[in-house]
Protein backbone atom coordinates (compact mmCIF):
# COMPACT_ATOMS: atom_id res chain seq x y z
CA UNK A 1 0.00 0.00 0.00
CA UNK A 2 2.00 3.08 -1.47
CA UNK A 3 1.66 6.50 0.53
CA UNK A 4 -0.88 8.19 -1.43
CA UNK A 5 -3.74 5.21 -0.41
CA UNK A 6 -2.68 5.70 2.49
CA UNK A 7 -2.95 9.13 2.91
CA UNK A 8 -6.51 8.73 0.98
CA UNK A 9 -7.80 6.68 2.90
CA UNK A 10 -6.94 8.82 6.37
CA UNK A 11 -8.57 11.73 4.19
CA UNK A 12 -11.58 9.87 3.63
CA UNK A 13 -12.11 8.27 7.41
CA UNK A 14 -11.85 12.22 8.41
CA UNK A 15 -8.21 11.99 9.85
CA UNK A 16 -6.74 14.23 7.41
CA UNK A 17 -9.86 16.14 5.36
CA UNK A 18 -9.28 18.54 2.60
CA UNK A 19 -7.29 21.45 4.08
CA UNK A 20 -8.48 25.11 3.00
CA UNK A 21 -5.04 26.45 2.32
CA UNK A 22 -5.44 30.43 1.50
CA UNK A 23 -1.72 31.84 2.57
CA UNK A 24 1.38 32.18 0.54
CA UNK A 25 4.30 30.49 3.10
CA UNK A 26 7.74 28.97 1.96
CA UNK A 27 8.98 26.78 5.13
CA UNK A 28 12.30 26.52 3.93
CA UNK A 29 12.52 30.72 4.09
CA UNK A 30 12.04 29.90 7.89
CA UNK A 31 13.14 26.96 8.60
CA UNK A 32 16.08 25.66 6.45
CA UNK A 33 17.41 29.31 5.54
CA UNK A 34 17.31 30.97 9.18
CA UNK A 35 16.56 27.53 11.36
CA UNK A 36 13.46 29.18 13.25
CA UNK A 37 12.23 26.72 15.51
CA UNK A 38 9.06 24.85 14.46
CA UNK A 39 7.83 25.42 18.09
CA UNK A 40 8.88 29.42 17.42
CA UNK A 41 5.44 30.04 15.42
CA UNK A 42 3.65 26.46 16.45
CA UNK A 43 2.04 26.19 19.31
CA UNK A 44 2.57 22.74 19.93
CA UNK A 45 5.10 21.79 22.74
CA UNK A 46 1.92 21.63 25.14
CA UNK A 47 -0.72 20.54 22.72
CA UNK A 48 -2.18 17.16 23.85
CA UNK A 49 -5.35 16.82 21.61
CA UNK A 50 -5.50 16.65 17.36
CA UNK A 51 -8.00 19.00 17.60
CA UNK A 52 -5.97 22.00 18.81
CA UNK A 53 -5.71 25.24 16.40
CA UNK A 54 -1.79 24.88 16.07
CA UNK A 55 -1.81 27.03 13.25
CA UNK A 56 0.12 31.05 13.88
CA UNK A 57 -2.17 34.07 13.54
CA UNK A 58 -1.65 37.09 12.91
CA UNK A 59 -0.17 37.81 16.24
CA UNK A 60 2.06 35.65 16.29
CA UNK A 61 3.36 36.69 13.04
CA UNK A 62 3.59 40.18 13.71
CA UNK A 63 6.64 38.89 15.97
CA UNK A 64 8.74 39.30 13.19
CA UNK A 65 6.67 40.51 10.74
CA UNK A 66 5.20 44.24 10.72
CA UNK A 67 1.74 43.88 9.82
CA UNK A 68 0.22 46.29 11.74
CA UNK A 69 2.03 48.94 9.41
CA UNK A 70 0.95 47.71 6.39
CA UNK A 71 -2.66 46.45 6.49
CA UNK A 72 -3.55 46.93 2.99
CA UNK A 73 -0.56 45.19 1.77
CA UNK A 74 -2.00 41.77 2.44
CA UNK A 75 -1.19 40.11 -0.94
CA UNK A 76 2.46 39.51 0.67
CA UNK A 77 0.83 36.31 2.52
CA UNK A 78 -2.61 35.76 1.33
CA UNK A 79 -3.47 33.72 -2.22
CA UNK A 80 -6.61 36.39 -2.58
CA UNK A 81 -5.76 39.77 -1.25
CA UNK A 82 -9.25 40.53 -1.88
CA UNK A 83 -10.82 38.18 0.31
CA UNK A 84 -8.08 37.32 2.41
CA UNK A 85 -8.23 33.57 4.62
CA UNK A 86 -5.76 31.62 6.18
CA UNK A 87 -5.78 28.17 7.02
CA UNK A 88 -8.76 26.18 7.68
CA UNK A 89 -8.24 23.19 10.30
CA UNK A 90 -11.08 20.23 9.26
CA UNK A 91 -12.56 17.76 11.90
CA UNK A 92 -10.42 14.50 12.91
CA UNK A 93 -11.03 11.76 14.24
CA UNK A 94 -7.19 10.73 15.02
CA UNK A 95 -6.35 10.60 18.75
CA UNK A 96 -3.04 12.60 18.79
CA UNK A 97 -1.04 14.64 21.40
CA UNK A 98 2.04 16.72 20.30
CA UNK A 99 2.69 17.00 24.15
CA UNK A 100 3.22 13.28 24.43
CA UNK A 101 5.93 13.19 21.32
CA UNK A 102 7.70 16.07 22.09
CA UNK A 103 8.72 15.97 25.07
CA UNK A 104 9.29 19.47 25.86
CA UNK A 105 11.58 19.39 23.35
CA UNK A 106 11.92 22.36 20.67
CA UNK A 107 13.88 20.52 18.34
CA UNK A 108 13.52 20.83 14.76
CA UNK A 109 14.89 17.46 13.94
CA UNK A 110 12.60 15.85 16.48
CA UNK A 111 9.44 17.51 14.58
CA UNK A 112 10.74 16.99 11.15
CA UNK A 113 10.98 13.05 11.57
CA UNK A 114 7.34 12.75 11.60
CA UNK A 115 6.91 16.14 9.42
CA UNK A 116 9.19 14.69 6.62
CA UNK A 117 10.26 17.28 4.01
CA UNK A 118 8.48 20.32 5.15
CA UNK A 119 11.60 22.36 5.80
CA UNK A 120 11.17 22.70 1.60
CA UNK A 121 7.66 22.81 1.42
CA UNK A 122 5.42 25.98 0.44
CA UNK A 123 2.07 25.85 2.81
CA UNK A 124 0.26 26.12 -0.45
CA UNK A 125 2.03 22.70 -2.05
CA UNK A 126 1.34 20.17 0.67
CA UNK A 127 -0.18 19.77 4.02
CA UNK A 128 2.23 18.96 7.03
CA UNK A 129 0.22 16.07 7.90
CA UNK A 130 2.39 12.96 8.28
CA UNK A 131 1.02 9.67 6.17
CA UNK A 132 0.53 6.41 8.57
CA UNK A 133 4.04 4.72 6.77
CA UNK A 134 5.72 8.15 8.68
CA UNK A 135 3.88 7.23 12.11
CA UNK A 136 4.81 3.26 11.46
CA UNK A 137 8.56 4.21 11.83
CA UNK A 138 8.15 4.01 15.72
CA UNK A 139 5.07 2.43 15.96
CA UNK A 140 6.11 -1.20 15.15
CA UNK A 141 4.69 -2.82 17.96
CA UNK A 142 8.25 -2.53 20.13
CA UNK A 143 8.96 1.34 20.24
CA UNK A 144 5.76 1.98 20.23
CA UNK A 145 2.27 0.69 20.11
CA UNK A 146 1.03 -0.16 16.86
CA UNK A 147 -2.49 -0.99 17.31
CA UNK A 148 -5.34 0.69 14.90
CA UNK A 149 -6.92 2.38 18.63
CA UNK A 150 -3.89 4.27 19.79
CA UNK A 151 -4.29 6.36 16.86
CA UNK A 152 -8.01 5.85 15.22
CA UNK A 153 -11.34 6.42 17.01
CA UNK A 154 -13.19 5.11 14.46
CA UNK A 155 -11.70 1.91 13.85
CA UNK A 156 -14.26 -0.28 12.61
CA UNK A 157 -14.50 2.58 9.62
CA UNK A 158 -11.06 2.59 8.48
CA UNK A 159 -10.97 -1.42 8.51
CA UNK A 160 -14.15 -1.01 6.38
CA UNK A 161 -12.83 1.13 3.96
CA UNK A 162 -9.48 -1.02 4.07
CA UNK A 163 -11.07 -4.41 3.73
CA UNK A 164 -13.75 -6.06 2.63
CA UNK A 165 -16.17 -8.21 4.13
CA UNK A 166 -14.80 -11.52 3.61
CA UNK A 167 -11.43 -10.54 4.14
CA UNK A 168 -10.74 -12.73 7.19
CA UNK A 169 -10.91 -15.51 5.01
CA UNK A 170 -9.08 -13.87 1.48
CA UNK A 171 -5.90 -12.42 3.43
CA UNK A 172 -4.25 -15.88 3.23
CA UNK A 173 -3.62 -14.74 -0.14
CA UNK A 174 -2.25 -11.26 0.03
CA UNK A 175 0.31 -12.67 2.53
CA UNK A 176 1.53 -15.39 0.28
CA UNK A 177 2.48 -12.68 -1.91
CA UNK A 178 4.91 -11.49 0.75
CA UNK A 179 2.68 -9.27 2.72
CA UNK A 180 4.54 -5.97 1.92
CA UNK A 181 1.22 -4.24 1.87
CA UNK A 182 0.26 -5.53 5.59
CA UNK A 183 3.37 -4.46 7.14
CA UNK A 184 2.51 -0.52 6.69
CA UNK A 185 -0.59 -1.21 9.34
CA UNK A 186 0.49 -5.23 10.63
CA UNK A 187 3.51 -6.44 12.05
CA UNK A 188 3.38 -10.41 11.46
CA UNK A 189 5.27 -10.87 15.16
CA UNK A 190 2.50 -10.03 17.18
CA UNK A 191 -0.79 -9.23 14.84
CA UNK A 192 -0.66 -12.92 13.05
CA UNK A 193 -0.12 -14.83 16.10
CA UNK A 194 -2.85 -13.63 17.81
CA UNK A 195 -5.20 -15.77 15.57
CA UNK A 196 -2.12 -18.15 13.48
CA UNK A 197 -0.91 -20.04 16.88
CA UNK A 198 -1.35 -23.33 17.04
CA UNK A 199 -4.90 -24.77 17.55
CA UNK A 200 -6.85 -22.07 17.55
CA UNK A 201 -8.03 -22.01 13.80
CA UNK A 202 -10.03 -25.28 14.24
CA UNK A 203 -13.62 -24.66 13.39
CA UNK A 204 -12.81 -21.30 11.91
CA UNK A 205 -10.45 -22.56 8.76
CA UNK A 206 -10.58 -25.86 8.62
CA UNK A 207 -13.59 -27.93 10.37
CA UNK A 208 -12.88 -29.97 13.95
CA UNK A 209 -11.60 -33.44 12.25
CA UNK A 210 -9.69 -31.74 9.57
CA UNK A 211 -6.76 -33.41 10.39
CA UNK A 212 -8.19 -36.77 9.40
CA UNK A 213 -9.30 -35.23 6.16
CA UNK A 214 -6.73 -32.74 5.10
CA UNK A 215 -5.18 -35.47 2.73
CA UNK A 216 -7.62 -34.84 0.21
CA UNK A 217 -7.28 -31.22 -0.14
CA UNK A 218 -3.47 -31.85 -0.22
CA UNK A 219 -3.08 -34.51 -2.76
CA UNK A 220 -5.84 -32.21 -5.56
CA UNK A 221 -4.24 -29.14 -4.75
CA UNK A 222 -1.34 -29.05 -3.02
CA UNK A 223 -0.23 -25.37 -3.79
CA UNK A 224 -3.34 -23.92 -1.90
CA UNK A 225 -2.28 -25.69 1.33
CA UNK A 226 0.84 -23.90 0.85
CA UNK A 227 -0.36 -20.09 0.89
CA UNK A 228 -0.44 -20.81 4.65
CA UNK A 229 1.46 -23.88 5.20
CA UNK A 230 5.52 -24.64 4.69
CA UNK A 231 4.81 -28.31 3.95
CA UNK A 232 9.00 -28.58 4.36
CA UNK A 233 8.58 -27.73 8.40
CA UNK A 234 4.77 -27.92 8.68
CA UNK A 235 3.93 -31.15 7.28
CA UNK A 236 6.92 -32.41 8.34
CA UNK A 237 6.17 -31.80 12.67
CA UNK A 238 3.77 -34.83 12.22
CA UNK A 239 4.68 -37.31 9.21
CA UNK A 240 8.17 -37.54 9.72
CA UNK A 241 8.35 -39.67 12.67
CA UNK A 242 6.11 -42.37 10.71
CA UNK A 243 7.99 -41.99 7.55
CA UNK A 244 4.55 -39.86 5.97
CA UNK A 245 2.48 -42.27 7.84
CA UNK A 246 -0.71 -41.72 9.80
CA UNK A 247 -0.51 -42.54 13.43
CA UNK A 248 -3.38 -45.24 12.77
CA UNK A 249 -1.52 -46.82 10.41
CA UNK A 250 0.54 -48.10 12.93
CA UNK A 251 -2.09 -49.91 15.06
CA UNK A 252 -0.99 -53.85 15.12
CA UNK A 253 -4.00 -54.93 13.70
CA UNK A 254 -4.31 -52.27 11.03
CA UNK A 255 -2.81 -54.75 7.96
CA UNK A 256 -3.07 -57.94 9.93
CA UNK A 257 -6.34 -59.57 10.92
CA UNK A 258 -8.93 -58.47 11.86
CA UNK A 259 -7.58 -56.04 9.11
CA UNK A 260 -8.63 -52.76 10.92
CA UNK A 261 -7.85 -50.77 7.93
CA UNK A 262 -10.58 -52.11 5.69
CA UNK A 263 -13.31 -50.91 8.15
CA UNK A 264 -11.74 -47.69 7.87
CA UNK A 265 -11.37 -48.03 3.59
CA UNK A 266 -15.43 -48.96 3.94
CA UNK A 267 -16.08 -45.99 5.88
CA UNK A 268 -14.57 -43.45 3.71
CA UNK A 269 -12.22 -44.64 1.31
CA UNK A 270 -11.62 -41.38 -0.18
CA UNK A 271 -10.00 -40.48 2.51
CA UNK A 272 -7.51 -43.00 1.48
CA UNK A 273 -7.78 -42.15 -1.79
CA UNK A 274 -6.04 -38.64 -0.52
CA UNK A 275 -2.57 -41.00 -0.18
CA UNK A 276 -3.57 -43.86 -2.05
CA UNK A 277 -4.55 -44.16 -6.00
CA UNK A 278 -6.77 -47.25 -7.03
CA UNK A 279 -3.16 -48.72 -8.57
CA UNK A 280 -0.82 -47.38 -5.18
CA UNK A 281 2.15 -50.33 -5.06
CA UNK A 282 1.04 -50.11 -0.76
CA UNK A 283 -2.26 -51.43 -1.57
CA UNK A 284 -0.71 -53.46 -4.58
CA UNK A 285 1.44 -55.26 -2.54
CA UNK A 286 -1.31 -57.42 -0.97
CA UNK A 287 -4.21 -56.69 -3.10
CA UNK A 288 -3.41 -58.37 -6.12
CA UNK A 289 -4.25 -61.47 -7.32
CA UNK A 290 -0.63 -62.89 -8.40
CA UNK A 291 -1.77 -66.81 -8.66
CA UNK A 292 -5.26 -66.93 -9.98
CA UNK A 293 -6.15 -69.18 -7.09
CA UNK A 294 -9.38 -68.08 -5.19
CA UNK A 295 -9.03 -67.46 -1.74
CA UNK A 296 -5.31 -67.09 -1.50
CA UNK A 297 -5.16 -63.52 -1.19
CA UNK A 298 -5.96 -60.90 1.53
CA UNK A 299 -10.33 -60.68 1.58
CA UNK A 300 -11.17 -57.42 -0.05
CA UNK A 301 -15.10 -58.04 -1.05
CA UNK A 302 -17.99 -58.88 1.06
CA UNK A 303 -18.77 -62.67 0.73
CA UNK A 304 -22.04 -61.76 -1.61
CA UNK A 305 -19.54 -61.68 -3.91
CA UNK A 306 -19.18 -65.36 -4.67
CA UNK A 307 -21.80 -65.62 -6.85
CA UNK A 308 -20.02 -63.34 -9.26
CA UNK A 309 -22.35 -64.40 -12.22
CA UNK A 310 -22.12 -62.48 -15.00
CA UNK A 311 -20.71 -59.24 -15.33
CA UNK A 312 -19.25 -56.56 -17.25
CA UNK A 313 -15.61 -58.52 -17.39
CA UNK A 314 -16.63 -60.57 -19.82
CA UNK A 315 -16.90 -58.14 -22.63
CA UNK A 316 -14.63 -55.71 -21.17
CA UNK A 317 -11.06 -56.13 -20.45
CA UNK A 318 -10.18 -52.96 -19.15
CA UNK A 319 -12.54 -52.77 -16.45
CA UNK A 320 -11.65 -52.40 -12.54
CA UNK A 321 -11.71 -55.70 -11.50
CA UNK A 322 -8.60 -55.98 -13.62
CA UNK A 323 -6.63 -53.54 -12.10
CA UNK A 324 -5.95 -56.42 -9.41
CA UNK A 325 -7.00 -59.69 -11.10
CA UNK A 326 -4.93 -60.85 -14.24
CA UNK A 327 -7.22 -61.43 -17.22
CA UNK A 328 -5.95 -64.81 -19.38
CA UNK A 329 -9.04 -65.02 -21.29
CA UNK A 330 -8.43 -68.52 -20.45
CA UNK A 331 -10.55 -71.45 -18.90
CA UNK A 332 -8.77 -72.61 -15.56
CA UNK A 333 -6.13 -69.92 -15.45
CA UNK A 334 -6.04 -66.91 -13.35
CA UNK A 335 -9.01 -64.79 -12.34
CA UNK A 336 -11.32 -66.99 -15.08
CA UNK A 337 -10.35 -69.88 -13.53
CA UNK A 338 -12.30 -68.77 -10.40
CA UNK A 339 -15.65 -69.31 -12.45
CA UNK A 340 -14.48 -71.49 -15.36
CA UNK A 341 -12.05 -75.46 -14.60
CA UNK A 342 -10.08 -76.59 -17.15
CA UNK A 343 -12.29 -78.46 -19.29
CA UNK A 344 -15.15 -75.13 -19.50
Known amino acids: MNTIILSVIIMLIGGLDKTEIGLKFDHSAHVAMRDIECATCHNVVDSELSSDRNIPDHETCSDCHAIEEEPANCVYCHIDPDDPTGLSKPETELIFSHKSHLKGSTDNKLCLSCHIGMENVAVSQLSSHPVMQDCFSCHDSFRAASECSVCHSKVEEMTTLVHDPGWKHEHKFAADLGGEN ?86 DVETCASCHSSDSPVCANCHFDSDGILGTNPPIHPSSIDDLGEGLWHDDPGFQCFVCHVNTQSAGTGFCGYCHGAVD
Open 182 to 267: CVPCHQPETFCSSCHAGDNLVETVHELNYRYSHGIDARSDEILCQTCHEPATFCSSCHAGAGHIPLDHMASDWALPPYTHAESAMQ
